[in-house]
């Protein structure tokens, strides 16, 4: 194995809205996590790594970095969220309340016709340098389902 990069130099970072039901979360992350990795050509930079197990098992395509779920009190703090992102060019996919019902053909419709400062944001998952992305996270506590 070639040697590895810092594990601490990068991240991903998903910030979810404790508002939305957790099943509403789950579907959004999943649709921001396949979009940010498959989305922007980054594969080699996010280090995925293929582990393999004693039974010569293959577990393929887990990050060499750190993933971490923060909490967002609402959709205001995720749109900020975004906007920091985009000013620092670190790439990111969000999800919002016009991407849950219908078709996908539905959803880009309803989304194209609802100006941004109507969005319900679900969450943002982002990817970049640790430091970077600690300047603007830091006010988000990890995710808890208690919370």
């Known amino acids: ?4 990069p810092d594990e601490n130099s990068k991240k991903f970072v998903a910030v979810l809205n404790k508002k939305i039901e957790a099943g509403k979360l789950m579907n959004a992350l999943g649709h921001m996590t396949a979009g940010l990795a498959g989305g922007y050509g980054k594969e080699k930079e996010m280090c995925f790594l293929e582990y393999c197990d004693k039974d010569n098992g293959k577990h393929p395509f887990i990050s060499h970095f750190p993933f971490i779920v923060l909490r967002a009190d609402n959709s205001n703090q995720i749109r900020t969220a975004r906007k920091e992102a985009a000013a620092r060019n670190i790439i990111f996919t969000d999800f919002t309340s016009t991407m849950t019902v ?15 400062a109507e969005l319900e944001y679900y969450g943002i998952c ?17 995710w808890r389902e208690d919370a």
């Open 1 to 4: 194995m070639d040697t590895l």
């Open 102 to 116: 219908g078709t996908s053909a539905e959803q880009v419709q309803r989304t194209s016709e609802t100006p941004e």
């Open 126 to 142: 982002m990817f970049g340098d640790t430091a970077a992305l600690n300047e603007f996270t830091k006010k988000f506590s990890l």
